[in-house]
């Protein structure tokens, strides 16, 4: 979605939500982890904003418009009245005919905890961090496996 922190980004969001019937802008929000956090307690719901940039002609970024829904809604007619509109504005911002769109990225993450297997729940996992004396990596193959016999918690 357009970067409601980019100024020239939020003024194209409000004209268009002027302009189009049905237009809705969308949002960056926090509220799904604290929506996943209430559903589902205990999962740790993590949420974070991401910002990225991409350089686009001109002409591809008014494509990108013109393609939404709310245009086809227009009619031909109003709708290039629309995108001429937003040219118009655009090279205001972008003299040379190179628009670098901002996106905001709004994702929330949660980690599923793993579930033990029954026979690992009765005597431990060597894999649980608690016990893990290695680093992960630090030894394998036969090393591992002599490591892991040595150890009687195991």
Known sequence: MPDPAVPWAAAQE????????????????????RIVDRVVPGLT???????????????????????????ASLGPDRS???????????????????????????????RSPRRPHRDEAARGSPCSPRKARVPFGVLTGRALQEHYSSHDEY
């Open 80 to 110: 290039a009245a629309v995108l001429a509109d937003e040219r118009t504005h655009l090279l205001e911002h972008f003299p040379d005919g190179t628009v670098e769109e901002a996106y905001a990225l709004d994702l929330t993450v949660v």
């Open 45 to 71: 719901p993590v949420h974070r904003c991401l910002h990225w940039t991409r350089r686009v002609p001109l002409g591809v970024h008014l494509a990108h418009l013109g393609s939404r829904s709310y245009f």
């Open 14 to 33: 409000a004209r268009l939500k002027s302009r189009l019937p049905g237009y809705h802008a969308h949002s960056v929000t926090g509220d799904a982890a």
